[in-house]
């Protein structure tokens, strides 16, 4: 049996993000998303685990499509990717990410 080690809900996302680091911006992927954390498809040495960084992503809002910024740190580093856990998120980006999250979900 497979057990999942993330109790929140992520969908596979397919969109280009901004990672921001003291070192600089980087450009990559999103493997997933929860609005816990999300695995990035990201290899740059600057990002080691516990380094904190800020991911801007867009993300649908009551006014269409907006940027949002979230404080997040290194979680681990792997050969599929970056994890990466979110700080505490203000209630506007927590609810722009539930209703992302829940779009196009089917039930179970």
Do not use: N
Not at 35 to 53: F, P, Q, S
Not at 75 to 82: F, L, P, S, V
Request: aromatic share 4%.
């Amino acid at each position: 049996m497979d057990l999942e080690r993330r109790s929140k809900t992520r969908k596979a996302v397919k969109q280009e993000v901004m990672i921001g680091h003291e070192l600089g911006h980087r450009l990559c992927k999103i493997h997933d998303l929860s609005l816990k954390g999300a695995m990035l498809e990201l290899g740059w040495g600057a990002l080691t685990r516990d380094v904190e960084i800020e991911l801007t992503i867009s993300l649908p809002s009551t006014k269409g499509r907006m940027s949002y910024r979230l404080p997040a740190r290194v979680a681990r580093i792997t050969q599929e990717g970056t994890a990466i856990k979110f700080r505490e998120l203000d209630s506007s980006t927590h609810e722009a990410m539930q209703r992302y999250l829940q779009e196009g979900r089917r039930p179970a």
